[in-house]
């Protein structure tokens, strides 16, 4: 029988790092579809266009999928919201918001939250996320824009 902490064990050691190494060798992979999200979203936001376009590499450093999981959509949700940037507050509640998605879907689901939570809080706006072009306010990654919206 195979534990709860074995399977978090192994998503440590294999996911997470296959994820990172997806991530930067394949791109990202951006859709009509993400786009016209990204438009809904910002509209819905009100917030301005960033001069760099949308782009979604699916789950950053984390498995999109894990068995029945999908967290494909809450991280495109995540994406979008990160491409647009904003206030440290306002990060927070993205990075609330995607935990949330996850552990609507049970307990194993909440511990995939907590997992996705702590990533984003430590690394949403590190030095490794802005070396993968997914930080915080990335739409607006080298311009001084960036500078005057992540205050
Ligand atoms: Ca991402």
Redesign the pocket.
């Known amino acids: 029988m195979i534990s709860i902490k074995k399977i978090l064990f192994l998503i440590c050691i294999t996911g997470i790092p296959y994820s990172l190494y997806r991530?930067i060798h394949n791109g990202?992979v951006t859709e009509s579809h993400h786009k016209k999200e990204a438009e809904t979203y910002r509209l819905h936001s009100k917030k301005e266009t960033p001069p760099h376009p949308f782009v979604?590499?699916?789950?950053?450093?984390f498995p999109d999928t894990i068995f029945r999981y999908d967290f494909t959509e809450a991280?495109?949700e995540?994406?979008i919201a990160?491409w647009l940037g904003g206030t440290s507050a306002e990060r927070k509640e993205v990075d609330t918001r995607l935990a949330q998605a996850a552990a609507a879907d049970g307990l194993t689901g909440t511990v995939f939250g907590i997992m996705l939570y702590a990533g984003t809080r430590t690394f949403g706006d590190s030095f490794i996320a802005k070396a993968l072009g997914?930080n915080w306010g990335f739409g607006y990654n080298g311009t001084t824009s960036h500078d005057v919206q992540s205050q």
Not at 56 to 61: L, R
């Open positions: 991530d990202p979604f590499d699916g789950c950053t450093g991280c495109l995540h994406d990160y997914t």
